[in-house]
């Protein structure tokens, strides 16, 4: 300190410590020094959201500023019926795709999608269903989002509208997969 030009003093009178020995005041204060001071620098740097994802890219807090859906999504699990599919074809759909959704395609254009909640009121409201099809079932306009969108946007829209799943699409509006919300979560994104 007394070659130096500034000096950070942060000594203290007496640790927390009932026998004043085990540190515990004075690394608080060495804590507490070392946030002002990153702090600081982040503001005279000019120190943003996605230098601290480039440095950090692999957290949590990483995942969170830079992750895009398309990197949640598995674009080779795309449950998918067409709108006169039998509820027979609707459920093995349902189960393949392990999402508990299925997407109503028609002439390459989602026109829906059927959850398992929508297949389990058909069963409680029809005691026959064989002449029924999936656009009989399907819930028509579903919640869509774009590939390149990010996760935490996703995430936002999923809590938004409490939903489960959500239908996502690539720049030419294309089927590209369904992201659920426990594949975001399961990555530490919140």
Not at 28 to 44: C, E, N, S
Not at 46 to 63: E, I, S, V
Not at 96 to 122: A, E, F, P, W, Y
């Amino acid at each position: 300190a007394k070659n130096s030009d500034i000096v950070l003093d942060v000594n203290i009178d007496k640790e927390a410590c009932p026998v004043n020995l085990a540190p515990t005041t004075s690394t608080t204060a060495q804590l507490v020094m070392g946030d002002a001071l990153a702090v600081a620098l982040m503001k005279l740097r000019a120190f943003t959201q996605n230098d601290f994802a480039k440095y950090h890219p692999g957290g949590a807090l990483g995942k969170r500023l830079l992750w895009t859906v398309e990197n949640i999504v598995d674009p080779e699990r795309k449950p998918s019926v067409h709108p006169d599919s039998s509820i027979t074809e609707v459920i093995n759909s349902l189960t393949s795709g392990r999402h508990g959704i299925t997407v109503v395609i028609d002439n390459d254009k989602i026109v829906g999608v059927i959850t398992d909640g929508d297949l389990r009121r058909m069963l409680l409201n029809n005691e026959t269903f064989a002449h029924l099809t999936a656009k009989d079932i399907a819930s028509m306009n579903p919640k869509t989002i774009q590939k390149t969108e990010k996760a935490r946007e996703a995430l936002a829209i999923l809590r938004h509208n409490s939903i489960g799943q959500l239908v996502v699409v690539d720049e030419e509006n294309h089927y590209y997969g369904i992201l659920d919300i426990h594949s975001i979560l399961n990555e530490g994104i919140e």
